[in-house]
T-cell receptor, first 114, second 113 residues
Framework: DTEVTQTPKHLVMGMTNKKSLKCEQH?????MYWYKQKAKKPPELMFV???????INESVPSRFSPECPNSSLLNLHLHALQPEDSALYLC?????????????FGPGTRLLVL | DQQVKQNSPSLSVQEGRISILNCDYT??????FLWYKKYPAEGPTFLIS?????DKNEDGRFTVFLNKSAKHLSLHIVPSQPGDSAVYFC????????????FGTGTSLTVIP
């Protein structure tokens, strides 16, 4: 089983709203990732969690706030977003971050900021 | 600076023929490479991987070739099927960097029935 699930599938929010994206995996993976992908562009890494601790933050604005409550769950809290933040947000997981670990992606959340 | 490049934005192939998707990289320290397939508005689906200690890896209709001296890898799909029509991304990582992958810009493959 290589399934990563993400909810919601679609989200429309205003610039003053607060919302959260959720990601879940039950593969026993200890590394989880958030990516942002714009149309016709490759995925851009935002955050990496390893053993529930933030390992990498790719200089992401503070209006994006990640949280890893346990080894199976990863959240992305959104607040005061801008229209340019509209994108497909992808979650991924891997066994660990030792290297040479395949990342498995969820289906993504399509976010539209009005 | 784009460390992984896919110079062909699109490719069309007849059903049953071979599809060859190419990927070039600049960082000689990359030691693990992945290919993903992506349909519109969906997440990338893992297809096949190759470690730098190998020069070929095969899985059914999919074969990945790695040429380390040329810093080049390719994905061969034989025979191509209409369901293979999607965007294909290659990705590369370097050991010791927290399993960060650098993605190419993707190649849109269309398999014509």
């Amino acid at each position: 089983d290589t399934e990563v699930t993400q909810t919601p599938k679609h989200l429309v929010m205003g610039m003053t709203n607060k919302k959260s994206l959720k990601c879940e995996q039950h593969m026993g993976h200890r590394a989880m990732y958030w990516y942002k992908q714009k149309a016709k562009k490759p995925p851009e890494l935002m955050f990496v969690y390893s053993y529930e601790k933030l390992s990498i933050n790719e200089s992401v604005p503070s209006r994006f706030s990640p949280e890893c409550p346990n080894s199976s769950l990863l959240n992305l809290h959104l607040h005061a977003l801008q229209p340019e933040d509209s994108a497909l947000y992808l979650c991924a997981s891997s066994q660990a971050i030792r290297g040479q670990e395949t990342q498995y992606f969820g289906p993504g959340t399509r976010l539209l900021v009005l | 600076d784009q460390q992984v490049k896919q110079n062909s934005p699109s490719l069309s192939v007849q059903e049953g023929r071979i599809s060859i998707l190419n990927c070039d990289y600049t960082n000689s320290m990359f030691d693990y490479f992945l290919w993903y397939k992506k349909y519109p508005a969906e997440g990338p689906t893992f297809l096949i991987s190759i470690s730098s200690i190998k020069d070929k890896n095969e899985d059914g209709r999919f074969t990945v070739f790695l040429n380390k001296s040329a810093k080049h890898l390719s994905l061969h799909i034989v025979p191509s099927q209409p369901g293979d029509s999607a965007v294909y991304f290659c990705a590369a990582s370097e050991r010791g960097t927290g399993n960060q992958f650098y993605f190419g810009t993707g190649t849109s493959l269309t398999v014509i029935p």
